[in-house]
Every structure is written in C-alpha cells, then in structure tokens.
C-alpha cells in the first residue's frame, strides 16, 4: 500500500541548468527502466501471477523497476522527493512522480501493452514527464512550455475532433461502483463516440497526444498514473482538466479528463459528471 513518509531536506528551486540536467537525467533513467520492464516481461513465468486483490495485480517486475528508478534518482538528485505507486513517498519542492509498470494486469496475463511513467513536478506543477513503451519502442517526452515528442518527432493532438468521429477511452477504478462507469459509458456511446479500454492509464494520455485517441477519462487516478501523461497533452496543445493542482493533489486520487477538442472536453465532463464518484459501501 502506498503511503507518504518525510520528505528529504528541502532543495533550493532548481536553476535552468539544474532542470536541464534533470531532464537529461529523467530521459536515461525512462529509458533504463524500460530496459529492464522489457527484461522482465520477456523473461516472466507464464501463467503466473499474484493479485493484491480484486483485478489488482502484482509483480515482482513492479518492484524491481521502481526500486531502479528510486535509486537512479536519489544518486543523482538526492535532495529530490520520489512519490510512487509501490513504495509510496513524499513530495516537496522537485517532486519525481514514478509509476514503474502502468498496466500491470498486462504485464502479468503477457499482453505487451504497458508503459513506465515518470513525472518530475515543482511545488506540484508537472515541469517534465516521459513515458517508455518498452515492447513498442516508443518514447514520449514533455517539459512545460517546450512541447512534446514520440522518438523526437513533435506531436499535436487531433484538434477539431468532434464526438461522433471520436476514439475515447474510459478508464475506472475497482473503488468504485460499476453502476457509474456504465452511466458514463452509455453518457459516450449515445453522442456516437467509439469506446475504448485498454488497460493502461498512461498509454492512454499519451495516444491522446500523439493523436491515437482524442479523450481519456478516469472519475479517480493517482498522479502516478497520469501526471507525466497529463503533461504530454497538454504540451500536445490539447485540454485537461484541472487536477492536480498542487503538491496536495500528488499524494491523494482525483479526476482525470484530457481531451483533443474543447467539444470532446465537454463530453468528457458530463460523462465524468454520470459517474458521480459513487464507491462501493
């Protein structure tokens, strides 16, 4: 379970040079890590996997990768605060965002579609995000004001994207009831949109800014799943909506909604709004 500890000693906000080195950094480490979830995934036992509970899965891989990635940041940025999802942590001033396997029941039932995500923020601001398809070969960078990239190619989203020529996908959360993801589903379907699911949350924001998609929404996701993809859409000259907002935010779930139009922004919305966080008893 992941839970917020002290953060280091504050660091000083970082210079323009000191960004730009975490930024250099933050492109070896995603790409070292994706490495080794490659590893793992091509190496795993087949058919074997643990569940922390209801279609809540567990690897060993999960672990592994973000213990790489903790220890890669604490040697070189050691006043930094590290948040992510195995180990949990803390925030503070530069705060790295770590999501070490996003799609984990993929990961574990052989389907090569997962990521690793990572976020650096300033006072809970997402500054920069990368995100590695490991399987694909694909590398999604973002820093705030500087635009976006898949292997190095500048992205757009599909802007002007109207509801009934739209791919959405819709994510959700086991604590929630399955009684508003329908209401949200049928919210889409009935405006013509084709729905998708697929099973990892941060894919899912970087295909909306690479134009694969043109929405994702979830009523409840921690920022380890979406903030370095929330980053990339927005870089993308996309919408998104407006958690999280703080360094707060970091440490507890909130709504995600990213979109390529302001037209599939609002559907997104009124479907977010069908959902109405109703949770299980």
């Given at each position: 379970m ?14 323009a ?21 490659a590893a793992?995934?091509?190496?795993r ?8 509970g ?20 604490a ?6 605060a ?11 001033a530069?705060t ?29 601001r ?7 398809q490991p399987?694909?070969?694909e ?7 500087r635009g ?5 190619r500048?992205?757009?989203v599909?802007?002007g ?12 959360s ?11 589903l049928?919210c ?6 084709s729905?998708?699911r697929?099973g ?16 994702y ?8 799943d979406?903030?370095?993809?929330l980053?990339l ?19 507890a779930p909130g ?7 302001p ?6 919305d009124q ?7 109703e949770r299980?008893?």
């Amino acid at each position: 379970m992941t839970s917020l500890l002290a953060a280091p000693p504050a660091a000083p906000t970082p210079t323009a040079p000191a960004l730009d080195a975490r930024f250099a950094a933050l492109r070896e480490i995603a790409a070292r890590a994706g490495a080794a979830a490659a590893a793992a995934f091509r190496s795993r036992p087949r058919g074997t996997f643990t569940l922390k509970g209801p279609q809540d899965y567990l690897t060993e891989a999960d672990a592994a990768v973000e213990a790489l990635i903790r220890h890669e940041i604490a040697t070189r940025f050691p006043g930094d605060a590290i948040l992510g999802e195995e180990g949990g942590g803390a925030v503070g001033a530069v705060t790295w965002v770590i999501d070490p396997i996003d799609g984990t029941a993929n990961f574990a039932r052989g389907v090569a579609h997962f990521c690793v995500s990572i976020a650096v923020a300033l006072e809970g601001r997402a500054e920069m995000a990368a995100i590695v398809q490991p399987i694909s070969g694909e590398t999604w960078l973002a820093r705030r004001g500087r635009g976006a990239t898949l292997n190095g190619r500048p992205l757009a989203v599909r802007k002007g994207a109207q509801p009934e020529q739209a791919i959405l996908e819709l994510g959700w959360s086991g604590r929630l009831a399955t009684s508003g993801y329908l209401r949200a589903l049928a919210c889409l379907l009935s405006a013509g949109v084709s729905v998708r699911r697929a099973g990892s949350g941060a894919l899912a924001l970087a295909h909306v800014a690479d134009g694969r998609s043109d929405g994702y929404g979830e009523p409840l996701m921690h920022s380890w799943d979406c903030l370095a993809g929330l980053l990339l859409v927005s870089e993308a000259g996309g919408q998104v909506g407006p958690w999280p907002a703080g360094l707060a935010d970091l440490a507890a779930p909130g709504r995600v909604l990213a979109a390529a139009s302001p037209a599939i922004e609002t559907l997104l919305d009124q479907a977010l709004a069908e959902s109405a966080d109703e949770r299980h008893p």
